[in-house]
T-cell receptor
Framework: KAGVTQTPRYLIKTRGQQVTLSCSPI?????VSWYQQTPGQGLQFLFE???????NKGNFPGRFSGRQFSNSRSEMNVSTLELGDSALYLCASSFPDADVTFGSGTRLTVV | AQSVTQLGSHVSVSEGALVLLRCNYS??????LFWYVQYPNQGLQLLLKYTSAATLVKGINGFEAEFKKSETSFHLTKPSAHMSDAAEYFCAVSEDFGNEKLTFGTGTRLTIIP
């Protein structure tokens, strides 16, 4: 059974640009969530989607947005990138009442 | 609001020695507690979880954790450390099992001394 797939694995962007990260959940999983991991702030919850609806949202500015498609695949977008957005972005998926499974992450570097 | 506190950002133990990683939680409702491990340049792997079924929880790779409500703790232990245990370990809490809004601790980097 394939795990959670995140693409791309690595990304370098320039300050002010926007970026879109992709996440394909485990087959059958309907819930997808996103986390940001930085050395300074640790692991922080961004948002969660279930059946194409945002169900939970963390404390991040509106530059961070996401969506989920009918096949449960999810994307997150960061607009007007700042140097502080450099981080490992982790996606996780879950079926109701099942373990949360994480992908390997996308490492974003903003220069 | 829920939170977890991990005591010790770095822990070093000798190969074959006891591993003890500390986690204390704060929650206004019965918590669901988790330990995850992260190897370099990888995502998080679930080691074990507490969902109120049993206070002593056994996980993968020989790890276990005991939920102590009186101490609000959920410490992770392994009787004998192996070189492959070197990684970063995160304690996390959520309000509901299956709730993907996890609140993580700051992590403990475990080093194994040969």
């Amino acid at each position: 059974k394939a795990g959670v797939t995140q693409t791309p694995r690595y990304l370098i962007k320039t300050r002010g640009q926007q970026v879109t990260l992709s996440c394909s959940p485990i087959s059958g999983h309907r819930s997808v969530s996103w986390y940001q991991q930085t050395p300074g702030q640790g692991l922080q919850f961004l948002f969660e989607y279930f059946s194409e609806t945002q169900r939970n949202k963390g404390n991040f500015p509106g530059r961070f947005s996401g969506r989920q498609f009918s096949n449960s695949r999810s994307e997150m977008n960061v607009s007007t990138l700042e140097l502080g957005d450099s981080a490992l972005y982790l996606c996780a998926s879950s079926f109701p009442d099942a373990d949360v499974t994480f992908g390997s992450g996308t490492r974003l570097t903003v220069v | 609001a829920q939170s977890v506190t991990q005591l010790g950002s770095h822990v070093s133990v000798s190969e074959g020695a006891l591993v003890l990683l500390r986690c204390n939680y704060s929650s206004s409702v019965p918590p669901y507690l988790f330990w995850y491990v992260q190897y370099p340049n990888q995502g998080l792997q679930l080691l074990l979880k507490y969902t109120s079924a049993a206070t002593l929880v056994k996980g993968i790779n020989g790890f276990e954790a005991e939920f102590k409500k009186s101490e609000t703790s959920f410490h992770l232990t392994k009787p004998s450390a192996h070189m492959s245990d070197a990684a970063e370990y995160f304690c996390a809490v959520s309000e509901d099992f299956g709730n993907e809004k996890l609140t993580f601790g700051t992590g403990t980097r475990l080093t194994i001394i040969p």
